[in-house]
Nanobody, 129 residues
């Protein structure tokens, strides 16, 4: 059974930090890429960051570059999202998702929600002023 378990969300003041974890099981970790998406109330789900577990390529939405860092621990089948300098507009439910490696097209495919086979349940991040 495939499982993606997102955790680490919570309440934080603007400027603070959180680290999200996505613990996975049930599939061959390094044959997939893992991404973080977020969805705020009334808005569409948007891609935040992605990492290829086979070669470590990483991608970020422009809005989080320089503040968020994605990483993976292949031994633990876990992907992390370190979020620093959080802003009120980062408030959302954060989801992790896994998709099969698309090769060189990952740079543009990672933001497409239809490219993913598996989704986690989401973890709430609330940033207050």
């Amino acid at each position: 059974e495939v499982q993606l378990q997102a955790s680490g969300g919570g309440f934080v003041q603007a400027g603070g930090s959180l680290r999200l974890s996505c613990t996975t099981s049930g599939f061959t970790f390094d044959e997939y890429y893992i991404s973080w998406f977020r969805q705020a109330p009334g808005k569409e789900r948007e891609g935040v960051s992605s990492i290829s577990n086979s070669d470590g390529r990483t991608y970020y939405a422009d809005s989080v570059k320089g503040r968020f860092t994605i990483s993976s621990d292949n031994g633990k089948n876990t992907v992390y999202l370190q979020m620093n300098s959080l802003k009120i507009e980062n408030t959302a439910v954060y989801y992790c998702a896994a998709g099969p490696q698309p090769g060189p097209l990952l740079y543009r495919l990672w933001v497409d929600v239809n490219e993913y086979y598996y989704w986690g349940q989401g973890t709430q991040v609330t940033v207050s002023s």
